[in-house]
């Protein structure tokens, strides 16, 4: 199974900026719509943005224009370039596939994902 390890997380204040980075393994990552997901405490994991293996990107509402995810097929890696942060955007952030069951996805493994906090 496809494992995934997250890293690039930190402590920054409200306006900042982090890059976010995802190493995969595994041949199939190049052929799957890849995602970011974040889970804060108290709240269910929420899909944040994903990619295709083309490079389609969609977004949560909350997220757009402040946040872009991208992909390097070459590396196995996934990106997630976060500006404008709002205290709001504070949680755990992972990455994965994205989980579409309609197509028949599957998760690869998860991470222990990457912290991310936003000081007012």
């Known amino acids: 199974q496809v494992q995934f390890v997250e890293s690039g997380g930190g402590l920054v204040q409200a306006g900042g900026s982090l890059r976010l980075s995802c190493a995969a393994s595994?041949?199939?990552?190049?052929?799957?719509?890849s995602a970011w997901y974040r889970q804060a405490p108290g709240n269910q994991r929420e899909l944040v943005a994903s990619?295709?293996?083309?490079?389609?990107?969609d977004y949560v509402d909350s997220v757009k224009g402040r946040f872009t995810i991208s992909r390097d097929n070459a590396k196995n890696t996934v990106d997630l370039q976060m500006n404008s942060l709002r205290p709001e955007d504070t949680a755990v952030y992972y990455c994965n596939f994205l989980l579409r069951v309609f197509r028949g996805d599957s998760w690869g493994s998860w991470g222990q994902g990457t912290q991310v906090t936003v000081s007012s």
């Open positions: 990619i295709s293996s083309g490079g389609f990107a």
């Open positions: 595994g041949s199939t990552f190049r052929t799957k719509n």
